[in-house]
């Protein structure tokens, strides 16, 4: 749980919500085809429920003293400048997430595990 305290008390909110709504924004940015999974979790469940599109997958969300701590594991597509998908990830993550919950978002991390045409 991610606690927000403002003057009329405190806010709880869970990881997963951060999980899924990442998981529907980041697919969106250009030159993005898709998630890899984070974790033995995420990689057993995609391998055994092959049908179902989870939006978890890929993201990884915790927090730290003085904000959030985000990791996304991305698949891009071939011939891409990487350094400028990952800015504009960086940039439409921390955007998102702080329209959506007011909290500050301490560090992104993009790892590019895959790449495809």
């Not at 806010?11 to 033995?40: H, K, Q, R, W």
């Not at 959030?68 to 071939?78: D, K, N, P, Q």
């Not at 993550?93 to 500050?104: D, L, R």
């Amino acid at each position: 749980m991610v606690k927000l305290e403002n003057p009329r008390g405190t806010i709880e909110i869970d990881e997963g919500y951060f999980s899924e709504l990442l998981g529907s924004v980041v697919p969106t940015c250009f030159g993005v085809v898709g998630m890899a999974n984070t974790n033995a979790f995420q990689g057993i469940r995609s391998f055994l429920i092959r049908k179902i599109k989870y939006l978890d997958q890929g993201v990884s969300v915790r927090s730290e003293a003085g904000g959030l701590v985000i990791e996304l594991h991305i698949i891009v597509t071939y011939g891409l400048n990487i350094s400028t998908v990952v800015s504009n990830i960086v940039e439409k993550v921390q955007y998102t997430i702080e329209e959506a919950t007011g909290m500050k978002v301490k560090k992104v991390d993009v790892y590019v595990d895959s790449m495809t045409e």
